[in-house]
């Protein structure tokens, strides 16, 4: 199957010929044309890559990007920004896109930026929606913990952020520097490590996942975090984290 592409530009000459190389190399593509169809668009259409412009008509491309990576946070996105731009260019990476083009670009250029991020998304699978654990289930929408001895527990919006980007990732050591980058949304070493570790002793408190003896979150002493068991369905979005000991 093809990859499909949305391109959100207002400018219809640069999008126009955007959609033609991008057609051209075998791609599909879906077309926004201002902030309003464009926000609609990459919330809610089947699409692999987002290229998104930064100034647009109604909803700006910095507002459609935090609404993406709310609603779909493993949905790659490449900014697309005037030469001089350099303060939203910042901004769009701090919030999560993963890479940016600067105006005027050829379409050589463009085709090599997409290729590199399809090439890493491999490794962000659908989002997670729930996470079943040995004890109960991890419900991301509402932010809750459901025992199966009846009781509940909430979960802070970071906590859960963290959670489901270490489950929408099973298997792989994820690095402190990669969770407040993707998690907090800060350049690393802007913030003590020192947080992330007390938010990681709070999640395995809340998952009753024994500290001495992990069967969830493991520490990977010098490299980061490791979440086992949890493998996302593409068809339901959920995960399963089955493990009895």
Known sequence: MNRRVLVI?????IRRAVVDALEYHGYEVLEAGDGDDGLERATTAE???????LILPGPSGLDILRAVRESRPT?????????GDEDDRVEGLRIGADDYVVKPFSPREL????????????????DVATVRFNGGSVVFG??????????RAE????????LRYLACHPGRVISRDEILHRVWRIEPRRLETRTIDMHIFRLREKLRDDPARP???????????LFDGAEADPSTGKAN???GE
């Open 75 to 83: 949905l790659p996105v490449i900014i697309l920004t005037a030469r």
């Open 142 to 151: 509402r932010r809750e913990i459901l025992y199966d001895d009846g009781s």
């Open 47 to 53: 699409c692999d890559l987002v290229l998104l412009d």
């Open 241 to 243: 984290t089955e493990r």
């Open 215 to 225: 069967a969830l979150i493991h520490t990977v002493r010098g490299k980061g975090y």
């Open 155 to 162: 979960l802070s919006e970071r906590e859960a952020d963290l």
């Open 9 to 13: 530009e207002d400018d219809r000459a």
């Open 111 to 126: 085709l090599a930026r997409i290729q590199a991020v399809l090439r890493r998304s491999p490794e962000r699978p659908t």
